[in-house]
Protein backbone atom coordinates (compact mmCIF):
# COMPACT_ATOMS: atom_id res chain seq x y z
CA UNK A 1 0.00 0.00 0.00
CA UNK A 2 0.97 3.34 -0.71
CA UNK A 3 2.34 5.79 1.93
CA UNK A 4 -1.19 8.49 2.12
CA UNK A 5 1.07 12.09 1.47
CA UNK A 6 -1.98 14.32 0.72
CA UNK A 7 -5.31 14.39 2.55
CA UNK A 8 -7.12 14.19 -0.51
CA UNK A 9 -5.61 10.80 -0.50
CA UNK A 10 -7.67 9.07 2.18
CA UNK A 11 -10.60 7.50 1.39
CA UNK A 12 -12.30 9.10 4.10
CA UNK A 13 -11.84 12.39 2.88
CA UNK A 14 -12.85 11.64 -0.47
CA UNK A 15 -16.25 10.04 0.79
CA UNK A 16 -16.90 13.36 3.21
CA UNK A 17 -16.30 15.47 -0.13
CA UNK A 18 -19.26 13.61 -1.67
CA UNK A 19 -21.22 13.78 1.16
CA UNK A 20 -20.55 17.62 1.28
CA UNK A 21 -21.22 18.32 -1.91
CA UNK A 22 -24.86 16.12 -1.67
CA UNK A 23 -25.65 18.12 1.13
CA UNK A 24 -25.18 20.98 -0.50
CA UNK A 25 -26.81 20.27 -3.26
CA UNK A 26 -30.17 18.97 -1.59
CA UNK A 27 -30.23 21.44 1.08
CA UNK A 28 -30.18 24.78 -1.86
CA UNK A 29 -33.20 23.32 -3.33
CA UNK A 30 -37.06 23.68 -1.94
CA UNK A 31 -38.36 24.58 1.30
CA UNK A 32 -35.02 24.09 2.34
CA UNK A 33 -33.32 26.98 0.69
CA UNK A 34 -35.66 29.17 2.94
CA UNK A 35 -34.70 27.19 6.24
CA UNK A 36 -31.02 29.39 6.78
CA UNK A 37 -30.57 28.16 10.27
CA UNK A 38 -30.66 24.23 9.51
CA UNK A 39 -29.52 24.27 6.03
CA UNK A 40 -26.67 26.84 7.44
CA UNK A 41 -26.22 23.95 10.36
CA UNK A 42 -26.14 20.58 8.26
CA UNK A 43 -23.49 22.69 5.35
CA UNK A 44 -21.26 23.34 7.91
CA UNK A 45 -21.70 19.70 10.06
CA UNK A 46 -20.37 18.01 6.50
CA UNK A 47 -18.05 20.85 5.76
CA UNK A 48 -16.47 20.03 9.35
CA UNK A 49 -16.24 15.98 8.62
CA UNK A 50 -14.06 16.51 5.77
CA UNK A 51 -12.09 19.67 7.01
CA UNK A 52 -11.40 17.62 10.37
CA UNK A 53 -9.69 15.00 8.53
CA UNK A 54 -7.73 17.21 6.65
CA UNK A 55 -6.67 19.37 9.47
CA UNK A 56 -6.04 15.98 11.63
CA UNK A 57 -3.56 14.82 9.17
CA UNK A 58 -1.68 18.14 8.48
CA UNK A 59 -0.51 17.87 12.09
CA UNK A 60 1.67 15.36 11.66
CA UNK A 61 1.13 13.82 14.65
CA UNK A 62 -1.36 10.03 15.19
CA UNK A 63 -2.81 11.55 18.20
CA UNK A 64 -3.67 14.53 17.29
CA UNK A 65 -5.15 13.05 13.79
CA UNK A 66 -7.07 10.45 16.01
CA UNK A 67 -8.82 13.33 18.03
CA UNK A 68 -9.44 15.01 14.58
CA UNK A 69 -10.80 11.69 13.26
CA UNK A 70 -13.20 11.85 16.65
CA UNK A 71 -14.15 15.42 15.93
CA UNK A 72 -15.03 14.64 11.86
CA UNK A 73 -16.91 11.09 13.35
CA UNK A 74 -19.17 13.61 15.48
CA UNK A 75 -19.81 16.34 12.80
CA UNK A 76 -21.40 13.02 10.91
CA UNK A 77 -23.34 11.99 13.86
CA UNK A 78 -24.82 15.64 13.33
CA UNK A 79 -25.19 15.21 9.85
CA UNK A 80 -27.43 11.81 10.23
CA UNK A 81 -29.83 14.10 13.29
CA UNK A 82 -30.32 16.85 10.97
CA UNK A 83 -31.80 14.67 8.27
CA UNK A 84 -34.03 13.85 10.34
CA UNK A 85 -34.99 17.17 11.43
CA UNK A 86 -34.99 17.65 7.47
CA UNK A 87 -37.41 14.15 7.08
CA UNK A 88 -39.66 15.29 10.02
CA UNK A 89 -40.49 18.91 8.98
CA UNK A 90 -41.08 17.87 4.77
CA UNK A 91 -37.59 19.58 3.78
CA UNK A 92 -36.64 16.59 2.24
CA UNK A 93 -38.82 13.38 1.11
CA UNK A 94 -38.23 10.04 2.01
CA UNK A 95 -36.14 8.54 -0.94
CA UNK A 96 -34.20 11.91 -0.47
CA UNK A 97 -33.70 11.65 3.06
CA UNK A 98 -32.41 7.85 2.92
CA UNK A 99 -29.74 8.73 -0.24
CA UNK A 100 -28.55 11.22 1.76
CA UNK A 101 -28.47 8.95 4.88
CA UNK A 102 -26.62 5.75 3.54
CA UNK A 103 -24.05 7.90 2.47
CA UNK A 104 -23.77 9.83 5.99
CA UNK A 105 -23.66 6.89 7.40
CA UNK A 106 -21.13 4.81 5.19
CA UNK A 107 -18.90 8.42 5.53
CA UNK A 108 -19.05 7.81 9.67
CA UNK A 109 -17.81 3.86 8.91
CA UNK A 110 -15.47 4.78 7.21
CA UNK A 111 -13.74 7.83 9.29
CA UNK A 112 -14.51 5.47 12.32
CA UNK A 113 -12.50 2.83 10.83
CA UNK A 114 -9.52 5.01 10.32
CA UNK A 115 -9.80 6.44 13.69
CA UNK A 116 -9.38 2.57 14.98
CA UNK A 117 -6.68 1.91 12.49
CA UNK A 118 -4.80 5.61 14.24
CA UNK A 119 -5.64 3.94 17.54
CA UNK A 120 -3.91 0.77 16.86
CA UNK A 121 -0.73 2.48 15.21
CA UNK A 122 -0.60 5.23 18.18
Known amino acids: MAKVE ?3 QWIAWQKARDLTRTIYDIFRRGTFARDFGLAGQIQRAAVSIMSNIAEGFERNRLPEFHQFLSTAKSSCAEVRSQ ?4 LDVAHITPRTFE ?3 SKAEEVGRVVGGLRASIERRR
Do not use: E, G
Request: glycine fraction near 0%.
Open 6 to 8: RFK
Open 83 to 86: LYVA
Open 99 to 101: AAM
